[in-house]
């Protein structure tokens, strides 16, 4: 089995959630935060035969992309990873000492909708890196909705705002910037009466689920 580009990339974001992960047989993959408060699935072109531990993914991550086309097979105990004549051999873990992705579905309610381009999920990230803002804001009173990234306990902390469309119902939903841990690209966002952040990508099967402030309105 060679592991795509594109899969690659889906671990590396998996892996800035968490470094464990519990890969399980089939071509889905899935990580949960250590504080359980970010869910992501996706759906991979791999098929992968037996389920493995993985402690450090950034490790074996660095392994995979040591050089390209290279092949992977799974043992009973272990990866290897060759080409040529050369070969890494990395050793599985166990699975009780990593935080695994519950095996199910997460439902939500569609309580408001909203899509974002790459062009402002970009903009999220570069907004919070310049201004330190801690939170990323939704908030919509009966009429626009909007957009903001700042401080919500600091009224004169530097902000960055976006009308982002319109509702009839009115909430104030906020997320920490630390938990924005989507791949930069297009997204339907839902936000959820159950306190969360539906993220799910335009055109590919990747979806994150983020939690939301305990003092969000919704």
């Not at 990873?81 to 000492?97: L, R």
């Not at 939704?138 to 509702?167: E, F, H, P, Q, R």
């Not at 924005?180 to 099967?205: E, G, L, Q, R, W």
Request: hydrophobic share 40%.
């Amino acid at each position: 089995m060679q592991f795509s580009n594109e899969t690659i990339q889906v671990l590396k974001n998996f892996a800035a959630i968490n470094s464990n992960i519990l890969i399980r047989k089939g071509k889905t993959l899935s990580t949960i935060s250590t504080a359980k408060n970010i869910f992501a699935k996706a759906d991979v072109t791999e098929d992968f035969p037996a389920e493995v531990a993985v402690y450090d993914l950034n490790s074996l991550l660095a392994l995979l992309t040591l050089m390209e086309n290279q092949n992977v097979e799974f043992g009973d105990k272990s990866l290897t990873i060759s080409k040529d004549n050369g070969k890494f051999e990395y050793f599985y873990s166990s699975p009780t000492v990593i935080v695994a992705a519950p095996d199910k579905s997460i439902e939500v309610d569609n309580h408001y909708q909203f899509t974002l381009s790459s062009e402002d999920v970009n903009m999220i990230m570069k907004a919070a890196a310049i201004t330190s803002a801690p939170t990323i804001t939704i908030s919509g009173k009966g009429d626009d909705v909007t957009l903001t990234i700042g401080d919500k306990k600091n009224d004169t902390a530097n902000t960055y705002k976006k009308i982002i469309g319109k509702s009839e119902h009115s909430f104030d939903c906020h997320m920490a910037v630390e938990n924005f841990k989507v791949v930069p690209d297009s997204y339907i966002v839902t936000i959820s009466k159950k306190k969360a952040f539906h993220f799910k990508h335009a055109t590919k099967a990747l979806e994150y689920f983020i939690a939301m402030e305990p003092d969000s309105v919704v």
